[in-house]
């Protein structure tokens, strides 16, 4: 088996003989397409998402973030107004602390990938990684 790292030949081991990384590592592929569920996936599989798939996921999750935010303020400052039940005002801030959470979890792994979290992610940002895969690829 050939190592993906070092490509060095070994002969069925685990680990490679130069470089002791793991033979049946691979390399996590790109997604055809990410939408906002897949957040809810365990950490153990979101671990597996290519970065570009992660940094997708992660602009989807702050956006429904920054919209729980924006749905729970109307709903406190209504609820001043009008008489508004507490089911649907505890409702508003669950789905709020909800991706909060899960945004954390999707920085988190892109913090060990990347050693930061992008403050943004912008189209900017996606399409010249897109770039920059996309050369990769035809050279591999």
Same mark, same amino acid.
């Given at each position: 088996?050939? /190592? /993906? &790292?070092? %490509?060095?030949? $070994?002969?069925?081991?685990?680990? /490679?003989?130069?470089?002791?990384? +793991?033979?049946?590592?691979?390399? +996590? !592929?790109?997604? $055809?397409?990410? &939408?906002?569920?897949?957040? @809810?996936? +365990? ?8 970065? #570009? ?9 702050? !956006? ?5 935010? $924006? ?6 400052? %209504?609820? =001043? @107004?009008? =008489?508004?039940? =507490? ?7 669950? =789905?709020?602390? &909800? ?16 050693? #930061? !979290?992008?403050?943004?992610? $912008? ?12 050369? #990769?690829?035809?050279?591999?």
């Amino acid at each position: 088996m050939i /190592c /993906c &790292y070092c %490509g060095t030949e $070994n002969l069925g081991d685990k680990s /490679c003989s130069f470089c002791e990384a +793991p033979l049946d590592h691979r390399r +996590p !592929k790109r997604k $055809n397409f990410v &939408y906002l569920e897949q957040c @809810e996936q +365990p950490f153990s599989q979101l671990k597996l998402f290519h970065t #570009y798939d992660l940094l997708l996921l992660l602009r989807l999750v702050r !956006k429904e973030r920054s919209d729980a935010f $924006n749905q729970m303020r109307l709903i406190k400052r %209504g609820a =001043q @107004e009008a =008489q508004m039940d =507490q089911e649907t005002i505890s409702f508003a801030e669950e =789905q709020y602390l &909800y991706y909060t959470k899960r945004a954390k979890v999707l920085e988190g792994i892109l913090i060990d990938r990347m050693g #930061y !979290k992008p403050k943004t992610i $912008n189209d900017r940002l996606l399409i010249s990684m897109d770039q920059k895969i996309k050369e #990769y690829e035809k050279k591999a």
